[in-house]
Each structure stands twice: as C-alpha cells, then as structure tokens.
C-alpha cells in the first residue's frame, strides 16, 4: 500500500517536476548563449562544432534526431545555413521549429546586417544575397540576440519565464561590462588595416574601427585568381596593411604565400566559441579576438 | 544512439532503388573496362546543371534537363570513342572527367555568386532524400530495367551509354558520386564471380551495415554506406571459390 502511495505520488508530482527546454543550435556561438541564458533549464545540442564551415555539414542521423525532439531551434539565418538547414527541417517534420513558428528562432533576424546589397543587379550579388551572415564576431549583436532571445524562451517555456529573465539580465549585465573593457583595451586598434582571408571579419571591424584592406579569397571553395592575387599585392606595396587575419578553418597555404609575399605578420583569430583553445566561452572568444589583435599573434 | 528506422529506412530504401539499376549496368561496365564511366558521366551531369544555373534559369526542371543533355551528350561521346580508339577508352573517360570538373570551377570563377551552394547541386546526401524523390528515382530505375533487357540485343553498346547516362543522372542527385561508383562497381563485382541474385544479396546487406553503423555512431550515412558495400562485397565475394 505504502508503495502503491509512493509511486501514486510520484506520477501525480512529474508534471510539476523541472521540464528543460530542448534546444537546437546550428552553431556553437549559439550554443554557448543558450547555456548562458538557460543554465540547468535547458538542454542545448549543437549541430555544428567549431571546427567545422557552417555553410555545408555532412548529414548524420543525430541531426534529425535531435532537431525532431526539438522545442527551439537557435541559427544564425540570413542564409548561412541554406545549404542544409531547409532540408533538415522537412526531413525532421517537427512543427514547433519550422519557420514562423515561435520555436525557430533566427539570430539575424534580432540585428542589423550589413553588405546588403543594394542592387538588384546579379552581377553585384554575391554568395550571402541577405547581407553578410557572419554577425557573431561583434558583441553588441550578441547583446541584442541575447536579449531576442531570452524573451523567446521565456515565450515557449512559460512556467521558467522567471528564471530565464533573470538568468538574460545577468548576462547582459556581465556582457555589457565586458564590452566596455573590451572597448577600452582596443581603442589603439582602431583605423588599423588587416588583409582578411574570407569576408567573416565584417562585423568585428565595424565595430572596432579597423578597415579592411582586401580579401585574398573572396569565394569560398574557389581559389583565387592570378589576377586578383597580383592586384592585392600591389595595392599592399602601395598602402600598407599591418596584418593578415584568417580563422583556423581557413587553407592557410594562400595566407603563407600573400605573408612571404608582403612580410605582413599572420593573426590567427577564433571565428566562434571553440575556435582556438582560449575560446572556451563567449567572453573568452573575445578576450582571445583582442589579445591576439593585439599581440600580433599567430 | 539506436537504430532509428524512420531516418534509415528511406535511406536503405534509396540505396535498393539505386541497387536495383545499377547492379546489372555495373556488371557490362566491368566487362567493357570503363570501370571510371561513372565519374564522368555524374561529373558532366554537375557541369550540365551549372551551365544552365549561369544562363539565370533557376526552374528546377531545366536544371535537370540541362545535367540530362549534357550527361548524355559526353556518353555517347565516349561512345563514339570506344568505337573508334578502344585501346584508348579509359584514359578518355579519366580525361572527360578531370576536364569537366575544371570547367565547372572556372565557369564559377566567372560568375558573381561564386556557386557555392552549386557545387553541392549534385552532391546528393542519403538522408535527406524524400519519399517522393525515391518514387521518381524508381520509375526511372524500372524504365532503365525494363528498355535494358528488352532492347540490349538489338541496340547494344549505343543502348547502354544512354541508360547509363540516365540512371548515374538520377541516382547521384540522391547518393553523391562515390556512393553511385560503390554500388555500381563493388556488388557488380561479386556478381560476376557468382551471378546477379548474390550480387543484389551483398548491395542490399552492404546498405544495411553501412546505414546501421552510421545510425550506432552517429556517422555520416552516405560514406558509412560505402564502407558497408566494400565490407559486404568483400564477404559475399571472396566466400566461395570460383569453379
């Protein structure tokens, strides 16, 4: 009888038992926000690691498994994730994450992008036709996505509203404090020009006031022409850059070839949280960014 | 990680309908040693469909319609080259398709959108394909059957570039290249050594190894699938000795 108590009670207490919130992120700088904004209400799976080019993935059966169980669904937007996300939404068929639904949630859709083209000419268009998608290198848009979505969770987990307030304007307290050291420790960075390797830097020299002084691959997956290479090596000889950045994902034989080239020094920056081994966190990555801007590390 | 069949299944399912084309056209490829065919046909079916991307025509039909021509006009090219320098036929079709995946990067060089997402247009991965896809790829599989058995005696060589064109057309959409030259090549291998039936025995028991290792270790499906038919084609084949 005792048991058959026990056990009763328990069935009747399960409803009102902790329930997490099952995320799934695309990215891991999203991954890493929903664990800051979530903490133990909320269990994150990420689609992609910070080793891997979030424009394409190889299908795993993990994937849909996990977008299936899916309450929210947390990517970057703006086409980044054009390549595989549309299909692994319909492979999934889960209704709460499809678009428009208030369980897709889409970081880009929270800011303002930028490299948006204005023309409708083709010949202007170029691989991200919504702007440039790259939006995790600047924190004050990771403040403004945190904020989006914080009031999301709350929206689909209701009964945790509370907690996800407080835990979001934790967070953004910590983070803005962050941004201003951050600002503090690079202002003799700003008007400096770094060559990139791919045009994911956008957003961090916005907001840091550095300017781009070329690209050395500007289509991802395609080398870069003898042309376009010997048109970059004059425009350096003519006005000097004072760096080279790529991120670890980058093929780093076209950067070693411009370096030797030019003599300009190679700065090594994590892309996302994961990136390099002092990128273990959304504040670390940044630490990481502007000690290696910095130094002029490699 | 279990076996979750509603990810699998139509993944193993894709592979049967791929099996069931491309088991028979493997065995005559192997006869006629233009075992890299395969390569160059699918490659020249991406160029096809880039080619037509560039022309600004974005209707999903024309698409196809372009990677059909252009994988059937380089067949029957290599068609007429078996035909006329025969000692020089595999060179060829390796030519065909190192050529042709050049051009479409420098076809892409010139274009402002860079393409990225076309060099997937023909890439095919096995678990995003859908139900309706699979119905498609079967009718065609079951065309590609039924013109091979009734007409090969009388049409022959020029008969089988054609289909084959056709089925390495569809079927890389669905499975990407080298899981279209694995189940083309690897069971036909087993059935020349001990017929057809064991031969779509090993492709079907490769598929199923392959998805369910894939689904065990959350491993990509469409490589986990070709390692399963060079496992299963390798115990199928070497089992028994041939009298």
Known sequence: ?298 | MNIDLSIVGPAFVTGLVVLASHVPLGRRVLERGIVFLDLAVAQLAATGAVAVHLLDIEKEWAVQLGALAAALLGAFALYGCERRWPRFQEALIGATFVVSASLVMLLLAGSPHGGEHLQDVLAGQLLWVTWEQIALAAAASAGVLILWRTLRDRLGAGLFYGLFAVAVTVSVQLVGVYLVFASLILPALVATRRGLAVGYLAGAVGYAVGLAVSALLDLPAGPSAVCGLAVASAAFGVGVRAR
């Open chain 1, 1 to 298: 009888m005792t048991r058959l108590l026990i056990a009763l009670t328990l069935v009747l207490a399960a409803p009102f038992a902790q329930a997490t919130v099952r995320v799934f992120t695309c990215e891991p700088e999203w991954e890493a926000l929903a664990r800051e904004l979530g903490g133990d209400r909320v269990e994150v799976y990420a689609a992609t690691t910070a080793q891997q080019d979030p424009h394409r993935i190889q299908a795993r059966p993990s994937l849909i498994a996990q977008l299936r169980q899916a309450d929210l669904l947390v990517c970057t937007g703006a086409d980044l994730e054009a390549g595989w996300l549309p299909v692994l939404l319909r492979q999934a068929r889960n209704p709460t994450v499809q678009p428009g639904q208030p369980g897709h949630f889409l970081a880009a859709d929270s800011v303002r992008l930028l490299e948006v083209p204005t023309t409708l000419d083709r010949a202007e268009g170029d691989v991200h036709p919504q702007g440039n998608p790259h939006i995790q290198v600047d924190p004050r848009r990771i403040a403004t996505v945190a904020a989006a979505l914080g009031r999301r969770l709350a929206e689909i987990d209701a009964a945790n509203a509370a907690v996800f307030g407080a835990r979001t304007d934790d967070f953004l307290k910590r983070w803005r404090a962050a941004i201003a050291r951050w600002e503090r420790q690079a202002a003799s960075l700003r008007g400096k020009r770094f060559v990139v390797q791919h045009a994911e830097w956008v957003y961090l020299f916005d907001w840091l006031g550095i300017q781009t002084a070329g690209a050395i691959e500007p289509k991802p997956g395609l080398p870069p022409a003898a042309g376009h290479l010997a048109a970059l090596k004059a425009q350096l000889a003519s006005r000097r850059a004072d760096g080279i950045v790529r991120s670890p994902l980058g093929d780093p034989k076209a950067v070693e070839w411009l370096a030797a080239e030019t003599g300009l020094p190679v700065i090594e920056l994590p892309q996302t949280v994961g990136a390099t081994a002092d990128a273990g966190s959304l504040f670390a990555l940044f630490d990481a960014i502007l000690g290696r801007l910095s130094d002029g590390r490699r």
